[in-house]
C-alpha cells in the first residue's frame, strides 16, 4: 500500500486481520471491500468461538511477511480514507500502533471485548464517553 | 472539558495522543513491535474472586498491557473517527418528532424489556 505523509511517498506490506462471528453486519462487509480494495488488500479472517485466539492466529499469518497490520472489527463502519489517514499517523508519529476512537452511543453497558471507549476514569485513562456514560 | 464528552478539550490539540488501551477496531500495528511480546498476545485475567464481573483483565486489555510492557507505544488518532454499527429497536411515537423513537437493544434487555417512554402503545 503507497502511503503519502507531506511530500514523502512509503510503500508498506499491509495486512487487514479480522475475528469474526459466523454472522454479521453487511454494513461492516462492504465497509472492508470496498476500503480496502482501492488499496489491493485481501482482508484475512478467522473464526471460531474465542475472539482472542482467532485474532492471534490470524496475525501469525502475516507477522513474518509485512511491515503493518490493520485489526478490523466485524462491526466497525469506515471507509478508504480513514484507513489511508490512519496508516499515515502511524508512520508520522512513529508509534508503534495507530487506534481511532469509537464514540460510545447508546452501548454504555456493553462492556464486551475489543470495544474499550476512550475518555478518563478514575485511574487517569482517557476514554471518550459522552456525558452520563460510566466508565466500566 | 468538551462541551458532550468526558474528554478535555486540550485532548484534541494533538493529532495523536499517547493511550494505554484502545480496541481493534480499526487499528494499526507495526509487525516489529508485534514480534517482541510474549504469546499468548490476548490473554484475560479474572479478578481476586476468579471472576469476570468487575475488577478484571480483558483479553484486550491484556494485549495493550503487554504491548506497553515490551516498550511499544499506542497512541489515538483524535482527528480520525470509526463508526461502530449497534442493533437499535424503532418504536412509535405520538410525541416524539418524526413519529418514532429509537432505543438500544442493550437498554431494551438491562432495563426490564420496557420501550422508552416517549413510545406509544406499549403494554408493560
Known sequence: ?136 | MDEKTTVDGDFFQKVVQPVETAHFGLTFLRTAALKKMKKPWFLAKANADGEFTGGHVDEDIGFWKSWAACGNKLGLATHVSVGHAELMVTWPSRTAEGGKVQQHTTEYWNGGQKAPEAAWGQVN
Open chain 1, 1 to 136: 500500500m503507497l502511503v503519502r505523509v507531506g511530500n514523502v511517498e512509503a510503500e508498506l506490506k499491509v495486512a487487514a486481520v479480522m475475528s469474526t462471528p459466523r454472522l454479521g453486519f453487511t454494513d461492516n462487509f462492504f465497509c472492508v471491500a470496498s476500503a480496502l480494495t482501492p488499496h489491493g488488500i485481501s482482508p484475512i479472517k478467522v473464526t471460531g468461538a474465542f475472539w482472542g485466539q482467532c485474532l492471534q492466529r490470524a496475525m501469525e499469518q502475516v507477522i513474518d511477511t509485512h511491515d503493518v497490520i490493520l485489526t478490523i472489527d466485524y462491526d466497525t463502519v469506515f471507509n478508504a480514507k480513514t484507513v489511508e489517514a490512519l496508516l499515515a499517523l502511524l508512520l508520522h508519529s512513529g508509534y508503534d500502533a495507530i487506534a481511532a476512537p469509537d464514540q460510545a452511543g447508546g452501548e454504555c453497558s456493553d462492556v464486551r471485548p475489543g470495544r474499550q471507549r476512550l475518555g478518563r476514569e478514575d485511574n487517569g485513562r482517557r476514554r471518550l464517553l459522552p456525558k452520563g456514560c460510566p466508565a466500566g
